[in-house]
Nanobody, 127 residues
Framework: QVQLVESGGGLVQAGGSLRLSCAAS????????MGWFRQAPGKERRFVAA????????YYADSVKGRFTISRDNAKNTVYLQMNSLKPEDTAVYYC????????????????????WGQGTQVTVSS
């Protein structure tokens, strides 16, 4: 019933920036928790960032804190991930995800709590 489509990935040099977008269709997710996860080559999927339905609460993995910013525009049914100061270690397929919430003790970091996932967008950071 819900489709999530990521966009904005690409190839960027270390130190550069990218902004990922995730557009939802089918049903509104204005009051849903949204998250970003990533999976690097040969690695398991890991949490990146999450945002509450209102946008008032956010949570980041330590590896991206201070460099990445998650935001949402409920009027556009879109969530964003602004990625600055990119490092080669950030290279991965990035996935957005949606869950019913509400914002709980995991603060959106548990992948098992999410109901819908996008197809992913590749981010490659060269050194």
């Amino acid at each position: 019933q819900v489709q999530l489509v990521e966009s904005g990935g690409g190839l960027v040099q270390a130190g550069g920036s990218l902004r990922l977008s995730c557009a939802a269709s089918g049903r509104t997710f204005s009051r849903y928790v949204m998250g970003w996860f990533r999976q690097a080559p040969g690695k398991e999927r890991r949490f990146v960032a999450a945002i509450s339905w209102s946008g008032s609460s956010t949570y980041y993995a330590d590896s991206v804190k201070g460099r990445f910013t998650i935001s949402r525009d409920n009027a556009k049914n879109t969530v964003y991930l602004q990625m600055n100061s990119l490092k080669p270690e950030d290279t991965a397929v990035y996935y957005c995800a949606q869950q019913r919430g509400p914002w709980g003790s995991s603060r959106g970091s548990a992948g098992s709590e999410y109901d819908y996932w996008g197809q992913g967008t590749q981010v490659t950071v060269s050194s």
